[in-house]
């Protein structure tokens, strides 16, 4: 079992949509969160971060973390063709330079 | 503020070969850390380096390994190179805690023929 489990798509929605994206990991120790965004042959690129239980929001972005049921969540409202790519969910713990990734989802938004 | 650098963008080597692969993190950032990946193995991390210490190290072989410089730049080199070791070599730079955000530069994309 890996330590970040992204459901593995291809996950596809009509423009306007809110798009769900979730992840789980299997870290108790997993302080911290991260969605990052990775475009077709580019780097990825931050989207959100959490680290309390809860809701937060940014934009059209929201991130959702359920420490108790070690779940994390990216909702994308009014999808944009824009929006297309590979989302990938990260975790990190105390040791502070080590992101765990998982494989990632890829995202079209179809216009 | 400039973003993290990477250089070069782009390298072929044959097998057998090493390469040195070189980050310039964003001012102000110690920790560099690094990552491969490929599209079989998604992201995986290779090794963090902060205030010119190696202070996490992934799982592989000892033909990777780093440094980085009194300037935060650091350096990532691969000995004896094999055809599996094809990747986007990505290092991301970040104020080095627990709660901060890691920013990723362009990436070199490595070939091994």
């Known amino acids: 079992q890996k330590e970040v489990e992204q459901n593995s798509g291809p996950l596809s929605v009509p423009e306007g949509a809110i798009a769900s994206l979730n992840c789980t990991y299997s870290d108790r120790g997993s302080q911290s969160f991260f969605w990052y965004r990775q475009y077709s042959g580019k780097s990825p690129e931050l989207i959100m971060f959490i680290y309390s239980n809860g809701d937060k929001e940014d934009g059209r972005f929201t991130a959702q973390l359920n420490k108790a049921s070690q779940y994390v969540s990216l909702l994308i409202r009014d999808s944009q063709p824009s929006d297309s790519a590979t989302y990938l969910c990260?975790?990190?713990?105390?040791?502070?330079?080590?992101?765990?990734f998982g494989d990632g989802t890829t995202l079209t938004v179809k216009p | 503020k400039a973003g993290v650098t990477q250089t070069p963008r782009y390298l072929i080597k044959t097998r057998g070969q090493q390469v040195t692969l070189s980050c310039s993190p964003i001012?102000?950032?110690?920790?560099v850390s690094w990552y491969q990946q490929t599209p079989g193995q998604g992201l995986q991390f290779l090794f963090e380096y902060f205030s010119e210490t190696q202070r996490n190290k992934g799982n592989f072989p000892g033909r990777f390994s780093g440094r980085q410089f009194s300037n935060s730049r650091s350096e990532m080199n691969v000995s004896t190179l094999e055809l599996g070791d094809s990747a986007l070599y990505l290092c991301?730079?970040?104020?080095?805690?627990?709660?901060?955000?890691?920013?990723f530069g362009p990436g070199t994309r490595l070939t091994v023929l």
């Open positions: 990260a975790s990190r713990r105390a040791n502070a330079g080590k992101s765990t």
């Open positions: 001012s102000g950032h110690r920790s």
């Open positions: 991301a730079s970040s104020l080095g805690t627990v709660t901060d955000t890691q920013y």
